[in-house]
């Protein structure tokens, strides 16, 4: 099978308005009026983001969610997507396994209301890597950032921490996964896309790095301090249990894609409103101070020592 059947196979169903089906070196698409476009781009590489025995539909869709998740943390809803395809030969991604693939895209196309407009597919000498660029939009002038923190602020995430980054290491078999939450979170996080946040949040971004390191992105581009509290930390019941042996990774591990974001005190009502009103837990977690870095104090207000910050690429 060529590379341009194996386009019109596994992607040409896949595409929508503006692609042109797929045959052309790119696509056009048209933004509603008053409002700007939204970009951003993520690569997966296996054996860094993803198993190679990870079933091909949850790739799929982890490779998706990771990048709504960025557009979410801007307020941004998904118009369409580019995908990038470099394959390596003799091993196991066949025709049935870029089947699977092809479903779960599908299914979170369906989801999210977006489509897919087109991209690159080429062989690899290993490993397989897949990249996303995804385009989406926001009113002008709305889109949410992350230098905007004030003190006085209060900090608060969706969701809950620690599943995704204990579900890798369930995976490896360094820990049990009884329910199968824990895998099901890294396999598949859930973008918190729908959440209107513009004139009530004044900081936002999604947890891909770990907590720690991504609240410093917030205090470094803001000017601020962040102080953050242990006890306060949303954590279910299956990574409480793990709590004791392995607290610095729940605290500091990466892939949540939860919404973190700071909000002033007149405007937390509105907050957990919005958040309410799309079944989306959150829960505050710290506040902004005057001054530099980050700080998790325990629960007898001492700050936590840790080894890193979070998840470094390099």
Known sequence: MGEFDFIARHFRPLAGAGAMELRNDGAVMDLPAGEELVLSSDTMVEGLHFLPDDP?????????????????????RPRGYMLNVSVPPHRHYDEAWFTDFAKGLAEDQKTFEFHLLGGDTTGSPSPLVLGVTILGSVRKGEALRRDRSQPGDGVWVTGSLGRATLGLQARLGALEDEDGSL????????????LSLYGIVSAAMD?????IQDCGHIAEESGVSITLYEERLPLTPAVQKHLAQHKERILLGGDDYELLVTCPAAKEAALQAQCAAQSVPITR???????????ML???GKPLR????GWQHF
Do not use: H, W
């Open 56 to 76: 091909a539909k949850t790739i799929a869709q982890k490779l998706l969610r990771c990048n709504l998740s960025d557009l979410a943390a801007m307020g941004s």
């Open 183 to 194: 895998t099901q979170a890294y396999r598949v996080p859930t973008p918190r896309i729908g």
């Open 306 to 309: 840790f080894s890193r910050s």
């Open 285 to 295: 977690i710290g506040e902004v101070r005057e001054g530099a870095g980050v700080t």
């Open 207 to 211: 947890i891909s790095d770990g907590l």
């Open 298 to 300: 325990d629960e007898e």
